[in-house]
Nanobody, 127 residues
Framework: QEQLVESGGGWVQPGGSLRLSCAAS?????????IGWFRQVPGKQREGVAC????????KYGDSVKGRFTISRDNGKKTVYLQMNNLKPEDTAVYSC???????????????????WGQGTQVTVSS
């Protein structure tokens, strides 16, 4: 059974940093899955934060996080990371990771392209 588990969320002051992890299990050939990080606040649509493709590791970022967030993956550990720097209050949300074997970077970082989802981890940025 495919499973994604996020960790690393919490509270941080504006300007601070957090690193989220997405640990995968039950995936056959994890390196062949595109992975995305998405976030959602109540009453708003889920937003694509960052996505990373398979072997070539092409990355895509949402406009609001470019230059501040970095997505990376360690296929040996079956884990994808989201390094978040210079956090702002508007980054407050539940962050979820998702995987799909058919996702390619040319598709864009949109949630409709991803099949398997984790439960999410809360990130709160406030003073």
């Amino acid at each position: 059974q495919e499973q994604l588990v996020e960790s690393g969320g919490g509270w941080v002051q504006p300007g601070g940093s957090l690193r989220l992890s997405c640990a995968a299990s039950g995936f056959t050939s994890f390196e062949r899955y595109g992975i995305g990080w998405f976030r959602q606040v109540p009453g708003k649509q889920r937003e694509g934060v960052a996505c990373i493709s398979t072997i070539d590791r092409i990355t895509k970022y949402g406009d609001s996080v470019k230059g501040r967030f970095t997505i990376s993956r360690d296929n040996g550990k079956k884990t994808v990371y989201l390094q978040m720097n210079n956090l702002k209050p508007e980054d407050t949300a539940v962050y979820s990771c998702a995987a799909d074997s058919n996702w390619a970077s040319g598709s864009g970082c949109y949630d409709l392209f991803f099949r398997s989802w984790g439960q999410g981890t809360q990130v709160t940025v406030s003073s």
